[in-house]
């Protein structure tokens, strides 16, 4: 995502110091948008950036960060003029995280697992040129990353779902529900939603291919993924039965166990896949914002009434 921004965005000497790293693995980034009150509505971020001199000084907290507690830098949306309107007053700042001052906190999940974090800035720096796209220019940089994410997932997920599909019909054979009418009606309405999504990603590569950046018909692919995989996931549980309800507050490791081929296919990589992917229409943004996108955006609808 941040490598796909920095080469449209990214000044030379950005590019020439970080695309190197990100290939090589060097560097590990995170994503530093969320905040207890920006979540969905993203022009609400209020981390406080302040320059001194030739740095700016960060002061502020983010949350739901994937992954924080695994990264040395996190890409971030700082507020860099208090007084502009919410959604021109941001800025998109490159900073190092191992330094004094950044604090992260992970958060456990109901899967058991620890993967999002809080992370909290306290007289963090980053350089005065670590400022991608310009001064107060962030909301486009930011929507310009969102776009090669949802793009990227557009383009791979298919083939993830695909693989999960087909260990799901495996387990369906194992479990013996394979000629179940029912059963076999939700698996070809899966069947088609994977094909529906690799199709779509073909469509986006083209456009890549063509020289075309990601816009607002991103929000297609977020839509589409969030919202089947938690078809499939409870599809799963329903196979497994009461036994699903076994696995419940086991420890995530268990999530990891394989079958004979090496794929996960056991009661506790589907029940733990099932519990992350209710959060799967609110991150990255809501399904209810997406649609607002698609319809404001692509389908050039009247904006959504104000509930004031």
């Not at 040129?129 to 990227?152: P, S, Y």
């Not at 693989?163 to 029912?182: F, K, N, S």
């Not at 394989?258 to 896949?273: E, I, K, L, M």
């Amino acid at each position: 995502m941040l490598g796909n921004t920095l080469l449209l965005l990214g000044t030379e000497h950005q590019k020439q110091h970080y695309l190197p790293r990100i290939l090589s693995g060097a560097d590990t980034w995170c994503q530093g948008y969320s905040e207890p009150n920006a979540g969905s509505d993203l022009g609400n971020v209020g981390l406080r950036a302040t320059l001194d001199g030739d740095q700016w000084v960060l002061n502020g907290q983010k949350i739901w960060t994937s992954a924080g507690h695994l990264a040395d830098h996190i890409f971030t949306l700082a507020r860099t003029d208090p007084d502009a309107p919410k959604h021109k007053g941001i800025s998109f700042l490159l900073v190092d995280m191992r330094q004094p001052g950044i604090e992260v906190r992970p958060i456990t999940m109901i899967s058991g697992e620890r993967e999002f974090n809080e992370v909290f800035y306290t007289d963090v720096t980053t350089p005065k040129d670590h400022v991608v796209g310009g001064v107060n220019d962030g909301w486009r940089v930011a929507m310009t990353l969102l776009g090669f994410e949802r793009g990227e997932a557009a383009a791979t997920g298919p083939i993830r779902f695909q693989a999960e599909l087909d260990r799901l019909l495996v387990l369906a054979r194992e479990r013996g529900v394979a000629d179940d009418p029912r059963i076999r009606q939700r698996l070809a309405w899966c069947y088609s939603k994977v094909q529906i999504m690799r199709f779509n990603g073909m469509r986006v590569l083209t456009g890549f291919l063509a020289g075309r950046h990601p816009g607002p018909d991103a929000a297609i692919s977020k839509l589409l993924w969030s919202e089947y995989h938690q078809v499939v996931t409870e599809l799963a549980v329903d196979i497994y039965g009461a036994e699903a309800m076994t696995i419940a507050g086991r420890p995530p490791s268990s999530a990891f166990q394989t079958d004979d081929a090496g794929a996960p296919n056991s009661t506790a990589s589907w029940v733990n896949t099932f519990f992350n992917a209710r959060a799967g229409t609110i991150y990255a943004g809501t399904s209810q914002v997406q649609r607002n996108i698609l319809g404001e955006m692509v389908l050039q609808l009247p904006k959504e009434p104000s509930p004031r």
